[in-house]
């Protein structure tokens, strides 16, 4: 009777740790699978930016499975935004990730929260939710040159 009863002691705790495993490797799968493409890669290289798995493709693209709708990506330089107009439709949450390929520059989008510098070798990410229908100015706010004045684009949201 003792020896039955410690089997089934032995029995319980080996199941009660394989469904444990299971639910720490299932764990680990939903949250990986939720990691945003730039997190763990704060980091790029500034000669490196056009082969980047995020910076080579510059531009707005639809995201699933992610707490935002989209992802901005920009590479910024002197004295320009790549790319240099966007589209965006209205009520979309939106992750602006941006670096540099040279100096400091900002990024700045008129009459909004977004206001951030951007940083050679750095990631810079900003979200937020465009659900104002109208043209934003993007401009540089950062001295970065002779050509400063004039580095700016056009961010559209519209429906
Ligand atoms: Cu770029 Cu000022």
Redesign the pocket.
């Known amino acids: 009777m003792i020896v039955h009863k410690l089997e089934k002691i032995w029995l319980g705790l080996g199941m009660a740790s394989l469904v444990l495993f299971l639910v720490i490797i299932l764990v680990q799968a939903i949250h990986l699978g939720h990691e945003p493409a730039a997190s763990g890669r704060e980091f790029v290289d500034p000669e490196l930016v056009d082969k980047h798995e995020t910076f080579k493709n510059p531009g707005l693209h639809k995201v699933e499975g992610k707490d935002w709708d989209y992802e901005l990506v920009f590479v910024v330089s002197?004295?320009n935004y790549n790319p240099g107009n966007v589209e965006i439709p209205k009520g979309a949450k939106v992750k602006i990730i941006a670096t540099s390929k040279d100096v400091n520059?900002?990024f700045e989008i008129a009459h909004t929260n977004v206001n951030f510098m951007v940083v050679p070798g750095h990631i810079s990410t900003f979200t937020k939710t465009f659900d104002k229908k109208g043209e934003y100015l993007l401009l540089?706010n950062?001295?970065?040159g002779m050509g400063?004045a004039d580095?700016k684009s056009n961010i559209k949201v519209v429906d």
Do not use: Q, T
Request: aromatic letters at 20%; one cysteine or more; hydrophobic letters at 30%.
């Open positions: 002197a004295f520059h900002g540089c950062e001295y970065c400063h580095m």
